[in-house]
């Protein structure tokens, strides 16, 4: 068989053919009108068709092939008589109705030939010239498809004979194909087609099309099969798109499927259908080719660190997120159940496959005398066709097909070490996924993105600069942070890659801005910031390990900057009667000696820390309560960088930083505030502040 996977016939195969065919008239006619060389004699070298006939059954494995059309029964083939000829016609009974006999298969005995077909089919795996017959079996679709290239390679050859036994071959498969290609061209000049005949435009090697998800996608097709069975027939496509595990670029596997549908139908109103027939072809690749830049681009390093706004699938479970994003594919498949196995572009599974090997006779084992239970009996015969004959490449007992959207298929084919995947080239790069995988930090999950969501970052620059801290302190953090990453290979404790983090505790009363100066220094050496909290972490020490070792793994790999907020919850000091405290405590106290990033940790109770961390922290900053000028900054920045305008004066914002609050009460005070405003329509006023500050705690603290 060709292209389409299965090991019996075509059902269609008996509308296909015109007649059942009396080859005896053919073999007059090659006789008489063809250059032909009869002197050698030797296997396949006599231009002629011999036909064989299916005979009686005489075993569940093979068929019997015989030299008449049988009545009953017929003699056997003479194989010495039929290795003289080139080619091999074998009808086989019809089971269903129609004509008594059916063409089974060619079988290619001349050198000529497989020569010639060797050409023909080179962009094929499974075609071995050297073989003493190719057996090609019916409905011939490798030859449909190859009909062109078969006409020009035979109209280069020179020698007469070649030329004779191709002319030969070719006539044969005129008159089998003549009523397929005649229907097929009448249903592509209509722009429409038929479920039998959908394998006709569904070459093996051409892009294919779909709309997914509301994007534009197309796919490789690598092959095709009609699938019957329980759950109804359909006609399944299985394609490649282009992925990329973090290693390199290469095929992944999907399975799209076709239902059965009556008469016709327009082949731009198929769910998935050949590129070709799309309207705006052009316009859609040009579309494809920049996703796929992108996406070569996204993975043309270990990591992407980005900003998203989209729909993340997570699993089967879609979640709506606006926050930042890290792509990297490998760690995906670290941390997650999902296995990404891609095929090399150069691998020869991905050329269309041909099985041109006969069917061979099983030999079943004798079974031991009856009754004594000593013997095993052989295999069981294939089930049997049902009642109507074969359907089109039947399959049987097969499960319910999958209902769409289709359903990703996991390509099991494993890799060799030396296994080589060729760089993505502009040529192939509209065949890109349009998801990637990766972190996503908003909903702390391995999730997967789509790419077109995936923006660059708009950095917030001056964000350290803009920190209501002591001049001091900046610059003790700046050139701390800097010293660690101009020399972080250059340190090293005693036992290798140990000590080679930095860790800064940041202790105070809440809301002075702790958290912000660890966002505000990830802004300013542009890295991802990896909040980790208690609840991400879990509560058995099992849980802590495994999460925490994640964390680190990843965070060291993307040169976070890890935040630990409100550290002294999981890193109290230890007692003698909690010893699942004890043991997150020593598993922390492990683990982060051997972290090589920078640690951030923020506490309003640094006394409840253990003693065992504290020795294990390089810089401790204190933040002290907010002062009168340092509220006034707050009031000053969140009220200018709230997009509102604002009829506030320099003599409010005086009056304003006599209130005892905090940053983050200010940050809530004057958002409360901006509501009001908005919600009348107003621009942001004293009075609009004053009516936020009355129900907060803070308002009865008010000076006049």
């Given at each position: 068989?060709?292209?389409?996977?299965?090991?019996v016939?075509?059902?269609?195969?008996?509308?296909?053919h015109?007649s059942?065919?009396d080859w005896?008239?053919?073999?007059?006619?090659?006789?008489?009108?063809?250059?032909?060389?009869?002197?050698?004699?030797?296997?396949?070298?006599?231009?002629?068709v011999?036909t064989l006939?299916?005979?009686?059954?005489k075993?569940?494995?093979?068929?019997?092939w015989?030299?008449?059309?049988?009545?009953?029964?017929?003699?056997?083939?003479?194989?010495?008589?039929?290795?003289?000829?080139a080619?091999l016609?074998?009808?086989?009974?019809?089971?269903?109705?129609?004509?008594?006999?059916i063409l089974?298969?060619?079988v290619?005995?001349?050198?000529?030939?497989k020569s010639?077909?060797g050409?023909?089919?080179?962009?094929?795996?499974?075609?071995?010239?050297?073989?003493?017959?190719l057996?090609?079996?019916?409905?011939?679709?490798?030859f449909?498809y190859?009909?062109?290239r078969?006409?020009?390679?035979?109209?280069?050859?020179e020698?007469?004979?070649?030329?004779?036994?191709?002319r030969?071959?070719?006539?044969i498969?005129?008159?089998?194909?003549?009523?397929?290609?005649?229907?097929?061209?009448?249903?592509?000049?209509n722009?429409?087609?038929?479920?039998?005949?959908l394998?006709?435009?569904?070459?093996?090697?051409?892009?294919?099309y779909?709309?997914?998800?509301?994007?534009?996608?197309?796919?490789?097709?690598?092959?095709?099969?009609?699938?019957?069975?329980l759950?109804?027939?359909?006609?399944q496509?299985?394609?490649?798109?282009?992925?990329?595990?973090?290693?390199?670029?290469?095929?992944?596997?999907?399975?799209?499927?076709?239902?059965?549908?009556?008469?016709t139908k327009?082949v731009?109103?198929?769910?998935?259908f050949?590129?070709?027939?799309?309207?705006?072809l052009?316009?859609?690749?040009?579309t494809?080719?920049?996703r796929?830049?992108?996406?070569?681009?996204?993975h043309?390093?270990?990591?992407?660190?980005?900003a998203?706004k989209?729909?993340?699938?997570?699993?089967?479970h879609?979640?709506?997120?606006?926050?930042?994003?890290?792509v990297d594919?490998?760690?995906?498949?670290n941390?997650?159940?999902e296995c990404?196995?891609?095929?090399?572009?150069?691998?020869?599974?991905?050329?269309p496959?041909?099985?041109l090997?006969?069917?061979?006779?099983?030999v079943?084992?004798?079974?031991?005398?009856?009754?004594?239970?000593?013997?095993?009996p052989?295999?069981y015969?294939?089930?049997?066709?049902?009642?109507?004959?074969?359907?089109?490449?039947?399959?049987?007992?097969?499960?319910?097909?999958?209902?769409?959207p289709?359903?990703?298929?996991?390509?099991a084919?494993?890799?060799?070490?030396?296994?080589?995947?060729?760089?993505?080239?502009?040529?192939l790069?509209?065949?890109?996924?349009?998801?990637?995988?990766?972190?996503?930090?908003?909903i702390?999950?391995?999730?997967?993105?789509?790419?077109?969501?995936?923006?660059?970052?708009?950095?917030h620059?001056g964000?350290?600069?803009?920190?209501v801290?002591a001049?001091e302190?900046?610059?003790l953090?700046?050139?701390?942070?800097?010293g660690?990453?101009?020399?972080k290979?250059?340190?090293?404790?005693v036992?290798?890659?140990?000590?080679?983090?930095?860790?800064i505790?940041?202790?105070?009363?809440?809301?002075?801005?702790?958290?912000?100066t660890?966002?505000?220094?990830?802004e300013?050496?542009?890295?991802?910031?990896?909040?980790m909290g208690?609840?991400?972490?879990?509560?058995?020490?099992?849980?802590?390990?495994?999460n925490?070792?994640?964390?680190?793994?990843?965070?060291?790999?993307?040169?976070?900057?890890?935040?630990?907020?409100?550290?002294?919850?999981?890193?109290?000091?230890r007692?003698?009667?909690?010893?699942?405290r004890?043991?997150?405590?020593a598993?922390?106290?492990?683990?982060?000696?051997?972290?090589r990033?920078?640690?951030?940790?923020?506490?309003?109770?640094?006394e409840?820390?253990?003693?065992?961390?504290?020795s294990?922290?390089?810089?401790?900053?204190?933040?002290?309560?907010?002062?009168a000028?340092?509220?006034?900054?707050?009031?000053?920045?969140?009220?200018?960088?709230?997009?509102?305008?604002?009829?506030?004066?320099p003599?409010?914002?005086?009056?304003?930083?006599?209130?005892d609050?905090?940053?983050?009460?200010?940050?809530?005070?004057?958002?409360?505030a901006q509501?009001?405003?908005?919600?009348?329509?107003?621009?942001?006023?004293?009075?609009?502040?004053r009516?936020?500050?009355?129900?907060?705690?803070?308002?009865?603290?008010q000076v006049?």
């Amino acid at each position: 068989m060709s292209d389409t996977e299965s090991s019996v016939e075509d059902p269609q195969g008996q509308q296909l053919h015109s007649s059942t065919a009396d080859w005896s008239d053919l073999n007059s006619d090659a006789s008489s009108t063809e250059d032909e060389d009869q002197g050698n004699e030797g296997p396949g070298q006599v231009c002629d068709v011999k036909t064989l006939y299916e005979g009686e059954t005489k075993c569940t494995c093979c068929i019997n092939w015989v030299e008449e059309l049988p009545q009953d029964i017929g003699s056997e083939a003479d194989e010495a008589e039929s290795r003289r000829h080139a080619l091999l016609i074998r009808m086989r009974r019809n089971h269903g109705d129609g004509k008594p006999m059916i063409l089974h298969s060619i079988v290619i005995q001349s050198s000529y030939l497989k020569s010639i077909l060797g050409e023909v089919f080179r962009e094929y795996s499974g075609i071995t010239t050297t073989l003493k017959k190719l057996v090609f079996k019916a409905p011939f679709h490798c030859f449909f498809y190859e009909w062109d290239r078969l006409e020009k390679v035979i109209s280069e050859i020179e020698d007469p004979v070649g030329k004779s036994h191709a002319r030969l071959l070719k006539r044969i498969l005129r008159r089998e194909l003549r009523e397929t290609i005649s229907l097929s061209v009448d249903l592509n000049q209509n722009g429409v087609i038929t479920y039998d005949y959908l394998w006709t435009i569904f070459k093996p090697g051409i892009d294919i099309y779909t709309f997914e998800d509301g994007y534009d996608r197309i796919y490789r097709l690598q092959k095709t099969l009609y699938v019957s069975g329980l759950g109804g027939q359909y006609f399944q496509l299985t394609v490649n798109e282009i992925d990329c595990d973090g290693e390199g670029f290469g095929y992944q596997t999907r399975v799209f499927p076709i239902f059965n549908f009556p008469g016709t139908k327009r082949v731009p109103d198929l769910d998935i259908f050949p590129a070709s027939y799309h309207p705006r072809l052009g316009e859609v690749k040009d579309t494809l080719r920049k996703r796929g830049e992108l996406f070569r681009a996204i993975h043309s390093t270990p990591y992407y660190y980005g900003a998203y706004k989209g729909i993340v699938l997570e699993g089967k479970h879609k979640r709506n997120v606006d926050g930042r994003i890290i792509v990297d594919p490998s760690s995906h498949a670290n941390f997650t159940e999902e296995c990404v196995d891609l095929t090399p572009f150069n691998s020869s599974s991905l050329k269309p496959v041909m099985e041109l090997s006969d069917q061979a006779h099983i030999v079943q084992p004798p079974t031991g005398p009856p009754g004594r239970g000593r013997g095993r009996p052989g295999p069981y015969p294939p089930p049997p066709f049902p009642p109507q004959g074969p359907p089109q490449h039947w399959m049987p007992a097969m499960p319910p097909p999958p209902p769409p959207p289709p359903v990703v298929v996991r390509n099991a084919r494993n890799r060799g070490k030396n296994s080589k995947r060729n760089e993505l080239t502009d040529d192939l790069i509209h065949l890109c996924s349009a998801y990637v995988r990766g972190y996503c930090f908003k909903i702390k999950k391995w999730v997967t993105f789509h790419i077109e969501n995936i923006k660059e970052i708009q950095w917030h620059d001056g964000a350290f600069d803009s920190l209501v801290l002591a001049e001091e302190y900046k610059k003790l953090i700046n050139a701390f942070l800097s010293g660690h990453i101009d020399n972080k290979d250059r340190f090293d404790d005693v036992i290798e890659g140990k000590g080679q983090g930095v860790s800064i505790l940041l202790e105070g009363p809440a809301g002075v801005g702790k958290t912000l100066t660890a966002e505000a220094v990830s802004e300013k050496l542009r890295r991802p910031l990896y909040a980790m909290g208690a609840g991400e972490l879990g509560a058995s020490p099992e849980s802590v390990e495994d999460n925490l070792h994640m964390i680190l793994e990843v965070a060291a790999k993307w040169d976070a900057v890890l935040l630990l907020d409100e550290c002294d919850v999981l890193l109290a000091e230890r007692s003698a009667d909690n010893l699942g405290r004890n043991s997150i405590v020593a598993i922390f106290l492990r683990l982060l000696e051997y972290y090589r990033g920078m640690l951030f940790m923020t506490t309003n109770r640094v006394e409840a820390i253990d003693s065992a961390f504290k020795s294990r922290i390089h810089l401790t900053i204190t933040y002290p309560h907010l002062n009168a000028p340092a509220r006034r900054q707050i009031w000053e920045r969140f009220v200018q960088t709230s997009n509102q305008e604002s009829t506030l004066q320099p003599l409010d914002f005086v009056r304003l930083q006599e209130y005892d609050v905090n940053g983050r009460e200010i940050k809530n005070i004057v958002k409360t505030a901006q509501l009001l405003a908005s919600h009348e329509k107003l621009p942001l006023a004293m009075e609009h502040i004053r009516t936020a500050l009355s129900v907060s705690r803070v308002g009865r603290r008010q000076v006049h």
